[in-house]
Nanobody, 119 residues
Framework: QVQLVESGGGLVQPGGSLRLSCIVSRSMNMINVMGWYRQAPGKERELVATITRIGGRTNYGDSAKGRFTISRDNAKNTVYLQMNSLKPEDTAVYYC????????????WGQGTLVTVSS
């Protein structure tokens, strides 16, 4: 059973930066896509960014483009989300997600880490 553990959330002032980490409990060799999603109070969960195993292709939600960067370190079984120029509207619980197709399609979510952007 794959488990994900997020860390790095906290309180930051507008314009500041944070780096979130997601540690995967096993090798990421069989995980096709790793991603970050977020959910603000009263809103639906939305895509922040994803990164593929093959080719390291990235995809960003509109709110993250130009400010956030997703990356992965396969040797450390870790995915990162570097967030710059943070805004109050980035306040949310950020969730890590892993998805795969072998041996059978599946996905797993982390427990989430809270990011609060406020002065």
């Amino acid at each position: 059973q794959v488990q994900l553990v997020e860390s790095g959330g906290g309180l930051v002032q507008p314009g500041g930066s944070l780096r979130l980490s997601c540690i995967v409990s096993r090798s990421m060799n069989m995980i096709n896509v790793m991603g970050w999603y977020r959910q603000a109070p009263g809103k639906e969960r939305e895509l922040v960014a994803t990164i593929t195993r093959i080719g390291g292709r990235t995809n960003y939600g509109d709110s993250a483009k130009g400010r956030f960067t997703i990356s992965r370190d396969n040797a450390k079984n870790t995915v990162y989300l570097q967030m710059n120029s943070l805004k109050p509207e980035d306040t949310a619980v950020y969730y890590c997600n892993a998805a795969w197709t072998i041996p059978t399609p599946g996905e797993v979510w982390g427990q989430g880490t809270l990011v609060t952007v406020s002065s």
